[in-house]
Every structure is written in structure tokens, then in C-alpha cells.
Nanobody, 115 residues
Framework: VQLQASGGGLVQAGGSLRLSCAAY????????MYWYRQSPGKAREMVAT???????DYKDSVKGRFTISRDSAKNTIYLQMNSLQPEDTAAYSC??????????WGQGTLVTVSS
């Protein structure tokens, strides 16, 4: 299974971006989907999670601004990011956990928010 993240770019503060994470391969035991981010000199942090049951969770600083979603037919996870701020600048990556099966990570996609 390969995860391919895309959608990053340069945006002004207050703008929006939508990240995509396409899964190539089967994930028959999919449990939870994640978006993480890592800024230079900082530890990687969880931004959003989505379970196959539909439960979501968000880092406090992005609540109300970011939305994680999934299109099962397209095997793709999304992260809609609104009201972006310079502190949201980071490399964003996706991850999927499965029940009693391997975890997969996608490569990062860079988001830069200018003030």
C-alpha cells in the first residue's frame, strides 16, 4: 500500500487549502486515518483523526478551522484547512492504522502560510 499526499502550497493568512491523501492498494482492516504535521525544529504533532466509524478528533489549535474527511470510493482522505495562519506552516503527512495489520505513512506535502 502506498499513500500519496498532495495539495500543499503557498497561501496567505486567512486563506484555505485542501490536502488529499490517496491510498493505492487495499486496506481491508482500516481502523483510523490521521493527518500529522511537522514544522522545522519541532516535533511531529497530530492534527486530525477520523475513524471508520466516523468519529473525528482535532488538535485544539485547529478545531473549527480544519476538517478531516474521507471518500471511500476514491480511497482518499482529505484535510480541508480554512482560516490558515502562519503557525500552520508545516509539512503535512497522512497515516492509516489497521486492525492487526500494518500502519502506513504517506510522504509530506508542504504548506506555507504567509502573513
Amino acid at each position: 500500500v502506498q499513500l500519496q499526499a498532495s495539495g500543499g502550497g503557498l497561501v496567505q493568512a486567512g486563506g484555505s487549502l485542501r490536502l488529499s491523501c490517496a491510498a493505492y492498494g487495499n486496506l481491508p482492516k482500516l481502523k483510523t486515518m490521521y493527518w500529522y504535521r511537522q514544522s522545522p525544529g519541532k516535533a511531529r504533532e497530530m492534527v486530525a483523526t477520523l475513524t471508520t466509524g466516523g468519529r473525528t478528533d482535532y488538535k485544539d489549535s485547529v478545531k473549527g478551522r480544519f476538517t478531516i474527511s474521507r471518500d471511500s470510493a476514491k480511497n482518499t482522505i482529505y484535510l480541508q484547512m480554512n482560516s490558515l495562519q502562519p503557525e500552520d506552516t508545516a509539512a503535512y503527512s497522512c497515516k492509516v492504522d489497521q486492525y492487526f495489520a500494518p500502519t502506513y505513512w504517506g510522504q509530506g506535502t508542504l504548506v506555507t502560510v504567509s502573513s
